[in-house]
């Protein structure tokens, strides 16, 4: 699939801000399932963006406002290429070893997750791990939106959840079973979910490597998937962070649009 992607995110204070720092992950890195033609970030009003790459081998960019600031606005634009790859991630730029994937935030897993996790069986951890992610599928009902996540444990309990937290909680309960797992942020190329970002799982499995697993949308991860970031959590793979120094209130607006022309493309986990 080829797709013309045009991101654009807009913070608007209450009052102006003395300063703003913000830190932006929303460049995609190549591998085998996807090719960038060309890329693009920037923000208004201008500044000096320092490009970096963090220690899980992300593209990043940060950049700094002087004040005083009463919006600031984020584009992210480009053509990529991607191919389904039935949710393998091969290519990457490893920078961490499997056993970071295994530690668990602060607030752990907790007992509904780890007996949940513990319920779901399977021939071999690949089937395991699909049968994880159909169960998360079915206990949590998708409720699409850009806020930041809740505790894994209390979206569980709820039983509704955004993608980020439907991936968190996929995450946690597969290290609960000794499972490396990461989380990965990205968009949705087809527009079908309604908020601007979306995100999934990741999970290692011998001889295959780590493979992504979408419990909002309960498939693997096809074409329409433009991965962006990935960390042991949220907050280390968010598409984009920001401390501003004042006391204002912000208000964001994302607005997402892809012009794509679709290609058949099938592959199987091998």
């Keep these: 699939m080829r797709a013309r992607v045009t991101l654009q995110i807009e913070v608007a204070f209450s009052e102006p801000v003395r300063s703003a720092n913000t830190l932006l992950r929303l460049t995609p890195r190549p ?17 000096t963006l320092r490009r970096i790459e963090d220690g899980y081998g992300n593209m990043s960019h940060s950049c700094s406002h002087a004040g005083p600031l ?6 992210a634009e480009g053509q990529v290429e991607t191919q389904d790859a039935a949710g393998v991630s091969r290519g990457l730029h490893e ?13 752990g897993p907790g007992e509904e997750i780890t007996a949940f996790a513990k319920s779901v069986s399977g021939a071999d951890r690949l089937s395991r791990l699909h049968l994880l992610m159909g169960a998360l599928h079915d206990r949590i009902a ?28 996929f995450v946690t309960a597969a290290r609960s079973q000794n499972i ?14 309604g908020a601007a970002f979306h995100a999934w799982a990741e999970a290692h499995v011998d001889g295959i490597g780590w493979i992504a697993f979408d419990g909002a949308l309960g498939f693997c991860p096809r074409d329409v998937h433009l991965r962006l970031a990935h960390g042991v959590d949220y907050w280390s793979a968010a598409p984009w962070r920001q401390a501003f120094s004042g006391y204002a209130d912000q208000k964001v ?18």
């Design 31 to 47: 591998f085998d399932g996807l090719h960038v033609l060309d890329w693009f970030v920037g923000v208004e009003p201008v500044a």
């Design 70 to 75: 009463e919006r600031i606005a984020i584009t």
């Design 95 to 107: 920078k961490q070893p499997l056993d970071l994937f295994l530690r668990h935030s602060h607030d």
């Design 142 to 169: 998708f409720a699409p939106t850009d806020s930041a996540p809740r505790a894994a444990a209390a979206v569980f309990a709820e039983g509704k959840g955004c993608a980020r937290e439907i991936a968190q909680i």
């Design 180 to 193: 490396p797992a990461r989380f990965v942020s990205g968009l949705l190329l087809d527009g079908a979910e």
């Design 253 to 270: 607006e994302t607005r997402l649009k892809v012009t794509a022309a679709r290609q058949a493309s099938w592959q199987t986990q091998q």
